[in-house]
């Protein structure tokens, strides 16, 4: 064990940050630490390194522990270029270099035994150190987070936050320290970054503690998940989505103890009611004793839950037509360098697609030119029959910052009443007087939730979504992908949240300079795929043998298996919403039949557009239904035959 944190507690002011903090770390350890923005979790940061001193409770470090931090926020104001910075941290070995020079020189001009002596132990201890191989790796530290060649050389001061934070945490990485404390070290990254850093880390001799929000990185690194709600630690032996699970299991035993408490709570205080009711002295007495007992339960907390009331199901005003965008031949340069070009893919109806590619690939360009904000060099974007964008950008929210957060959406959407206002906001985490919140005192997140909600609610029914999930803590992007999910609308949305996407996406398109590459399911099926041509583009085909060969065509049954289950899974849903749908449909037709409805014009009216509107979306659902089992009938027969 390198560390040990027992019932720490911590204050500000009258403001209790935390209250019990226990937890133990071992060496080569890799743990997540995970809690609500707010939650204290940089505070326990602060505590561990050394620069709060918590106001009760008990912390055991190892001796001469190396701790190594990358805040959130970094502030880096040196005028060296990148390269010579980060060669500071072997600063040792460069010493050691220019002493073998000079000793080198020294022997040539007057050689003698004890030169000899002298420049064989610092080689040895020079060697020892990898001395050799020092400049190369700082090279493939920067070659790993997104460094191009032509950046080794640039001024840090010329560099953006984003940047220098990438450069800090090369630094920290280099210095190999024994235990790593890492704030959000995946802001800033692309996906190949990320994935770089996460094969680093899992080399990494050291053990690290790791807040993110990026619950894919928490996956394929963390064993161990600790986890701050309410000023309390609570330890969850396993993964991300181990925790999730254990979460749930432990919030339901939780919940049952609590209710059991309150039943009987209730229970005593009936029968305390009733014996004082009867208003003699022994009754009085027994009723003074079970208040006694009463005042003297330790009460059990309620869990922390949030439930179904929550939900809120967007769906857009028109259905817009099958077909939403069409993109053929489509370039686009800027300043001579081409981003991409003969792009063409097309949008269907309903489609969660996630828009990938390298940082400067031109994702947002392409959201740009589909909202008409820039021009194709080539070809033509084509938006299908009553399809209208919505276009959310993170650095651009429209926010009124003078507005509380329930008159941003009341005012943007008065058809709704603020009963209506405030269920939708509780859809976004904005419950009881957190709707009263100034916009200009949100914090990024929270104004972030705020937009995201306006654009959900909007007349859109082709979403483009830039970094949806950025700013945002776990639990609100759970939410989010709640919400997303039972979106009836389009949604086209870039993202580096692998998790997100894996929840999110049916569709992946690939934004590369020779244009968009395709790939049917999500980010783990993406990747799938990817290996797979991988695999088959590194085969050669002479040296094929029958039993390489039939493991080819065994992954190939297994992808086309893999594809009729999904096609076979988007069917039944669609059979599933297609009677849904129907149940709506006879439920307004009955209403129409009430005497209140058929003597109420304006209510007639309403109830008869609904009807319309869903019987539209009835008869594009069949249509795509029909389109789909005539396919799969067709693949069944064509089995049957082989």
Not at 462 to 480: A, C, G, K, M, Y
Request: hydrophobic residues 35%; contains cysteine.
């Amino acid at each position: 064990m390198i560390l040990s944190a027992a019932h720490i507690t911590k204050s500000f002011g009258t403001t209790e940050i935390l209250r019990d903090v226990t937890f133990h770390l071992e060496a080569r350890e890799k743990a997540a630490l995970v809690g609500i923005n707010g939650a204290g979790k940089t505070t326990i940061f602060q505590i561990l390194r050394g620069a709060y001193e918590p106001d009760d409770g008990s912390l055991f470090v190892q001796k001469d522990l190396r701790i190594g931090y990358l805040p959130q926020h970094v502030e880096m104001d040196s005028s060296e270029q990148v390269e010579d910075e980060l060669l500071k941290v072997f600063a040792h070995l460069s010493r050691m270099e220019q002493r073998m020079r000079d000793l080198e020189q020294q022997m040539k001009e007057s050689p003698s035994h004890e030169l000899m002596e002298q420049y064989s132990r610092l080689q040895a201890a020079y060697e020892m150190e990898d001395g050799y191989a020092y400049r190369s790796r700082v090279r493939g530290v920067l070659k790993g987070l997104g460094f191009a060649e032509e950046e080794y050389h640039m001024p840090i001061t010329n560099l953006s936050g984003g940047q220098r934070s990438r450069i800090a945490l090369s630094k920290l990485l280099l210095q190999k320290p024994d235990l790593l404390l890492l704030d959000e070290p995946t802001n800033h990254l692309d996906i190949a970054a990320i994935q770089w850093l996460e094969k680093y880390l899992q080399d990494f001799p050291g053990a690290a503690l790791i807040i993110s929000h990026d619950r894919y990185f928490l996956d394929k690194l963390c064993t161990r998940t600790i986890e701050l709600e309410r000023g309390m630690t609570s330890d969850y032996s396993g993964s991300y989505t181990f925790y999730v699970t254990e979460k749930k299991k432990r919030i339901e035993a939780a919940m049952r103890v609590y209710e059991a408490q309150q039943e009987e709570i209730r229970r005593q205080e009936e029968i305390i009611a009733r014996l004082r009711s009867f208003a003699q002295e022994k009754f009085i007495k027994r009723a003074q004793s079970r208040e006694k007992i009463l005042d003297k339960m330790e009460l059990v907390e309620k869990p922390i839950t949030y439930d179904d009331a929550m939900k809120f199901h967007f769906k857009p005003r028109v259905l817009s037509g099958n077909d939403v965008l069409i993109a053929h031949d489509v370039s686009k340069a800027f300043d001579g360098r081409t981003l991409f070009s003969h792009a063409e893919f097309i949008i269907k109806r309903g489609e969660k697609i996630a828009l990938l590619g390298a940082n400067g690939a031109g994702k947002s360009t392409l959201f740009k030119m589909i909202m008409g904000q820039e021009q194709a060099d080539s070809g033509h974007l084509v938006n299908g029959v009553k399809v209208t964008p919505g276009y959310y950008d993170q650095e651009q929210q429209n926010l009124s910052p003078d507005k509380s957060v329930l008159e941003e959406i009341y005012d943007a959407y008065p058809n709704l009443t603020v009963p209506e206002v405030r269920n939708i906001l509780a859809a976004f985490l904005f419950r009881g007087d957190d709707v009263f919140k100034r916009i200009g005192d949100l914090s990024g997140g929270e104004k972030a939730r705020v937009s995201l909600c306006k654009i959900m609610l909007s007349d859109s029914n082709f979403l483009l979504l830039d970094e949806p999930t950025n700013h945002l803590d776990i639990l609100s992007r759970e939410v989010l992908e709640q919400n997303l999910n039972s979106y009836e609308g389009t949604l086209l949305f870039i993202s580096h949240d692998r998790y997100f996407i894996n929840q999110v996406a049916h569709r992946i398109l690939v934004l590369t300079p020779e244009g968009i590459r395709t790939y049917t399911g999500n980010y783990d099926d993406y990747i799938e795929q990817i290996a797979r041509q991988e695999a088959a583009a590194a085969a050669v085909p002479e040296s094929i043998t029958p039993i390489s060969r039939e493991k080819i065509e065994y992954t190939e049954r297994r992808r086309s298996q893999a594809d009729l289950r999904r096609q076979r899974t988007r069917l039944r849903m669609m059979e599933k919403d297609i009677t849904d749908l129907e149940a709506s449909i006879a439920e307004i037709e009955e209403k129409m039949q009430l005497p209140e409805f058929y003597s109420d014009y304006e209510a007639y009216h309403k109830l008869d557009i609904q009807k319309k509107e869903a019987s539209d979306r009835l008869d594009a659902l069949y249509a795509d239904w029909e389109t789909l089992s005539a396919e799969l009938e067709e693949t069944d027969a064509s089995e049957s035959n082989a």
